[in-house]
């Protein structure tokens, strides 16, 4: 009579995995949202450790020697026209010592029509571009979610009126938006910032891209709040006596992260994409502060028939679509590991 062999207990005792582990396990096999990381990390560790020499050297001519001088490897303008802006800046006497080797970097993109830096003037546009980028991804999300999940909550006739707005809104230009809100908010944000123009420009830039990009962020969290609130675990709040404040901070919004985050990576790319192309008109940031769109209109105005500068437009569109590309591909990649029912993450 033979032995019967005991179940090992190690088959039946699988724990099943969180939604945090499954999502990052579907993220994880995504390439492409890994080389989009990837880029982002990479090139973040690059504008953090340049910041001080691009906010040195940006705006540094050099008229006699460097005017639209093409790229090369060698040194073209002298380190002594940068060096005393650098000593200036906060964290300049920590890397004064790299200073004659980094300015080497400063003629690898060539030189604009003044004889400036291509390369640091790149740089420091894509702080400006990612910095309009980021503020008005959270102002999106701050507005999108407190309006979405309040006109779901409260429903009927100002669920109705608060939608119609967002209606109303989505049937205007944004471009006629932003004129709007820079007329009226220059002047206050002018004497906000004490007369310094430029940080206020960005600010208004930040505010009127961020006032056109929370209407889809409202409609998705609206269409969640809708589909959670008839759950069983929010009746049970309700009957407990749970107000409405409570019951979207404890209960909703937890349940939210997933779409919010996703939704938040996909603005970014559309808000640094809406800055380039407003710069790009001319009502953007404005000189000298750069941004990709302001590098990418003055190098079009440097490509001629008879004398062409192509360095000054191909690096400041090269960088713009592939920080786009990356950051596109990054959201797609964190849409597909929090919607368990897209396609892309049924095939993991």
């Known amino acids: 009579m033979s032995k019967t062999e005991p179940i090992s207990t190690d088959a039946l005792s ?23 990381g990837i880029y982002a990390v990479v090139v973040t560790l690059v504008i953090v450790l340049a910041l001080p020499f691009s906010l040195s050297w940006f705006d540094v001519q050099d008229v006699a020697g460097a005017v639209r001088h093409q790229p090369t490897f060698y040194q073209v303008v ?55 980028g980021l503020g008005a991804a959270l102002m999106a999300m701050t507005i999108g979610v407190g309006w979405g999940a309040t ?30 809100l820079r007329v009226a908010l220059e002047a206050p944000l002018v004497g906000l910032f004490g007369g310094h123009g430029q940080l206020a420009n960005v600010a208004l830039l930040i505010i009127a891209v961020g006032a056109v990009s929370w ?32 019951i979207l901070s404890r209960h909703l919004l937890p349940n939210l992260v997933g779409p919010i985050v996703v ?28 941004s990709l769109g302001c590098l990418a209109a003055d190098g079009l105005e440097a490509v001629n028939t008879f004398v062409g500068y192509w360095w000054l437009i191909v690096f400041p569109c090269l ?20 919607d368990p029912k897209s396609r892309a993450a049924q095939l993991v």
């Open 215 to 246: 209407l889809t962020m409202a409609r998705v969290i609206r269409g969640q709040v809708l589909s959670l609130r008839e759950r069983p675990f929010i009746e049970a709040a309700r009957a407990t006596g749970a107000g409405g404040f409570y």
């Open 14 to 36: 699988v724990r099943p995995q969180r939604p945090g582990q499954l999502a990052w396990r579907r993220f994880r096999s995504n390439r492409w949202a890994w080389t989009g």
């Open 151 to 180: 006109a779901a909550l409260a429903g009927g006739k100002l669920d109705l009126i608060m939608m119609r707005i967002v209606d109303i809104l989505y049937g205007l230009p944004y471009i006629l938006m932003v004129i709007l």
């Open 78 to 132: 002298d380190y002594a026209l940068g060096e005393p802006a650098l000593r200036d800046h906060p964290l300049g006497r920590y890397f004064v010592w790299a200073g004659p080797a980094v300015h080497h970097l400063a003629a690898w993109w060539g030189y604009d029509q003044v004889g400036r830096s291509l390369l640091f003037r790149c740089l420091l546009g894509f702080v400006v571009s990612l910095a309009v």
């Open 319 to 338: 960088l713009l679509v592939a920080t786009l590309l990356a950051l596109n591909f990054l959201g797609d990649g964190l849409r597909d590991a929090f």
């Open 263 to 290: 939704h938040a990576t996909l603005v970014i790319p559309q808000a640094v994409l809406q800055e380039s192309f407003l710069s790009f008109l001319g009502i953007g940031v404005q000189p000298p502060i750069p």
